[in-house]
């Protein structure tokens, strides 16, 4: 079966950094888009990051230019959200979509002092 299974998250100091990995399993990874949402409690779910199949172009929002990148790994089925120089706004639970399609069931991020 289809299966989207985050890791990585957990609480960090504002300014440190997180590195959330998502492991992907039961359809064609590289042929699908891969993003990073993330939704704060009270919020509308955001797009992160987004790298398209073959991991040569990505897309990140404006919030987190210069501080989070995303990669992919086609032949291990893997895309990682590289977080860096972390705020509280960056509070809220992470998930990983293969666009636009199948969903994992998210990792909580906590930025906090």
């Known amino acids: 079966q289809v299966q989207l299974v985050e890791s990585g998250g957990g609480l960090v100091q504002p300014g440190g950094s997180l590195r959330l990995s998502c492991a992907a399993s039961?359809?064609?990874?590289?042929?699908?888009?891969m993003r990073w949402y993330r939704q704060a409690p009270g919020n509308g779910r955001e797009l992160v990051a987004s790298i398209n199949s073959v991991g040569t172009s990505t897309l990140l929002a404006d919030s987190v230019k210069g501080r989070f990148t995303i990669s992919r790994d086609n032949a291990k089925g893997t895309v990682t959200l590289q977080m860096n120089s972390l705020k509280p706004e960056d509070t809220a639970m992470y998930y990983c979509n293969a666009f636009p399609t199948y969903w994992g069931q998210g990792t909580q991020v906590n930025v906090s002092s």
């Open positions: 039961g359809f064609t990874f590289s042929r699908y888009i």
